[in-house]
């Protein structure tokens, strides 16, 4: 029961996340949806996990070659959604204010994908492996 109630407030922090970004492109004062790129991004950040966790699945070592590239890219790619709508702002493509808006949520965002898979990566009776 406690993976069914930590499943409900991570889908609630994602649509809080979300609404921060609709937000940061849909108020009448801001009403461009260049931001929006970064949800490439947010799909994007846990396949390099992904591909760590199944190619060292076997391995007993706390760490490996591939998965600090794992986490290289990972950290490239949280930086590059950060970094995506400061640059649009700079250049004056969205407003200071969407900026504010698309960083909070991706910072929620960022944040429930990182408790996803504190919670379920834990590999024991409720584990998003067997979904």
């Given amino acids: 029961m406690a993976g069914v109630k930590a499943l409900v407030a991570l889908s609630f922090s994602g649509a809080i996340g979300l609404t921060f970004l609709m937000l940061g492109c849909a108020l009448e004062d801001y009403g ?19 591909i760590a966790k199944r190619a060292t699945y076997d391995s ?13 890219f990972t950290t490239g790619i ?21 900026c504010g808006l698309v960083l909070a949520g991706n910072a929620v965002i960022f944040l429930t994908i990182q408790g996803f898979f504190l919670v379920f990566g834990r590999g024991d009776d409720f584990s998003w492996e067997q979904w």
């Fill in 60 to 72: 007993d070592a706390t760490s490996s070659a591939c998965r600090e590239l794992a986490y290289f």
């Fill in 32 to 50: 461009v949806y260049w931001p929006l790129f970064v949800l490439i991004f947010h799909a994007l950040s846990p396949i390099p996990h992904f």
């Fill in 78 to 98: 949280v930086v590059s959604a950060f970094g995506f709508p400061v640059i649009l702002a700079r250049v004056a493509v969205i407003k200071w204010g969407a």
